[in-house]
């Protein structure tokens, strides 16, 4: 029951999280629309959150959490200690020179990510990006240092401070987009002071967790013994491939985000809305089962517990398959009550509802990939093999942009999300197949009885969808917010009764999931 429960301690958390994180959307979209500035913004705010989810969900937890774990079962405190300190060091060393160059060579930064924007029609927009990056560059160091407490924290089992640290986040935007905008000649420059101050604000919560642990590092060290370090090395080795491997979705959005600005003025802001909604699903299940997977995958493989570790991985995909599957369905088929529901407010017209809203249903095509490959990445990553997903992130990158020369030109700012999805769902099935193949992953017995329950009460939710879209105009209901979200809370609530119900009359339980079948 350990892994279920830190998994739903991650999980309640990361809900919070991601409710105030709605709330800051719904403001930014009821105050500023869909535009121009809004595009800016989002543009902006791509380079921190590419290394905030880099850095916080990726390379350097991947890389950094096993060999850490190792370290605390074989060295001695003292030795773990000092490694801390090492790594500590070089971090932030390297991210203080990186952040210095890019509040520097912003305009090249935002020339070269958003090239659409340089047109002189887009002017205003390109200065606001250049403006917002600047204040926002200094978030990376921010958030790279939170990486780094985090991984010790959860190699501790301390998961719940990491998870509730983006709360903050969140609640410093809300609070700059309420209080701050009438400082400011652009009022959404305000978002990004809003943004720096939530960085250090995570950063402050999570470095008094690790003062109580006695687990702050120092940085009295010397560079050159960190970097000579033989440890801090293989932590290096491993996570520089990874940079490519676990960001192959973020760098393909850089790309798309890219490809976005030169399509119609907003398509930013409707993906970046859409996105919001998708990161719901990802990170309730597929985050919180990679966060909690990757330490019990790293133990079992050092104790060469070959039984555990397949059996971890194929609790973690039926999890994956139970509530992905009804998230990816939800979506797909309420995109247009939720979007209405969340952001048709103000200065969000009718038409931004509509093409956010074809930008979730492309999107939740590959909801499922997203999740598998937060499950199986682990699997390589706790062998400390980054090889092998480089490899699939380099297939799936080309793959993506080229499904964009199809799609683009057919389905606009959708057709980008949709190649992200497929190429997720690509992603995963290739990491699946290779664990299979090498025999690291053998799946339990009893997949088709499996599939076989899930399917009647996935046909039970979507009839509850369909007949809910059928009766309830979503933008119409704009005059009556609280009707509206009434409505759409009751329609959820049904779906949810319909497939749980469904399954437990398929013989589903709950004890079937609480731990890893062997």
Request: glycine share 8%.
């Amino acid at each position: 029951m350990g892994l279920l429960r830190s998994a739903a301690t991650i999980s309640g958390l990361t809900f919070f999280s991601r409710i105030t994180g709605l709330i800051r959307d719904i403001l930014i979209a009821s105050t500023f629309g869909a535009g121009p500035l809004t595009d800016a913004f989002w543009v902006a705010f791509r380079i921190p959150n590419l290394l905030r989810r880099l850095f916080g969900e990726g390379a350097f937890s991947q890389a950094f959490v096993p060999i850490l774990g190792e370290a605390r079962s074989k060295a001695a405190p003292q030795e773990v200690r000092l490694l801390l300190d090492r790594v500590a060091l070089l971090l932030g060393v390297a991210l203080l020179i990186v952040t210095l160059v890019g509040i520097v060579s912003a305009p090249w930064v935002v020339g070269a990510m958003a090239s659409g924007l340089l047109s002189e029609s887009r002017q205003t927009g390109f200065d606001a990006a250049v403006w917002m990056t600047r204040v926002m560059f200094p978030y990376i160091l921010c958030m790279s240092l939170v990486a780094f407490a985090s991984g010790v924290l959860n190699t501790w089992s301390r998961f719940a401070i990491p998870a509730f640290t983006p709360v903050l986040l969140n609640l410093s935007m809300i609070a700059a987009s309420i209080f701050l905008t009438s400082y400011f000649a652009l009022p959404i420059y305000a978002l990004a002071v809003g943004v720096m101050i939530g960085g250090i604000a995570q950063l402050a919560v999570q470095w008094l967790a690790l003062v109580r642990l006695g687990l702050a590092p120092r940085f009295s060290g010397s560079l050159g013994a960190a970097w000579r370090d033989s440890t801090v090395r293989r932590i290096l080795r491993q996570m520089l491939p990874a940079i490519l491997g676990v960001s192959v979705a973020q760098i393909s959005l850089l790309i798309n985000t890219n490809i976005a600005t030169w399509l119609t003025p907003g398509s930013v802001t409707w993906l970046s809305f859409a996105d919001r909604l998708m990161e719901f699903p990802t990170a309730l299940l597929g985050i919180a089962l990679g966060t909690v997977l990757l330490p019990s995958l790293s133990s079992a493989h050092a104790k060469q517990d070959l039984d555990r570790y397949s059996s971890l991985l194929d609790w973690g995909l039926r999890l994956v398959f139970l509530l992905g599957l009804p998230a990816a369905l939800g979506l797909a088929l309420l995109s247009e009550g939720l979007v209405a529901t969340l952001f048709h407010y103000g200065a969000f017209a009718s038409a931004d509802v509509f093409q956010t809203r074809l930008a979730v249903m492309a999107y939740s095509v590959g909801l499922l990939g997203l999740l598998a490959i937060k499950i199986l990445a682990p699997g390589f990553y706790a062998k400390q093999d980054i090889r092998t997903p480089v490899k699939i992130a380099i297939i799936v990158l080309v793959l993506t942009q080229a499904m964009n020369l199809v799609l683009v030109p057919w389905l606009q700012h959708a057709g980008l999300a949709l190649s992200i999805g497929l190429g997720a769902t690509v992603n995963a099935a290739l990491l699946g197949w290779l664990l299979r193949n090498r025999g690291v992953y053998r799946p339990v017995r009893g997949w088709t009885s499996f599939f076989a329950r899930v399917l009647p009460a996935l046909a039970a939710l979507g009839c509850v969808l369909v007949l809910a879209n059928r009766h309830i105009d979503w933008l119409a209901l704009n005059t009556a917010p609280g009707t509206r979200a009434a409505w759409l809370g009751g329609v959820l609530l049904t779906a949810v009764i319909a497939y749980f119900g469904v399954l437990v009359l398929c013989g589903f339980r709950l004890g079937d999931f609480t731990r890893p079948r062997k």
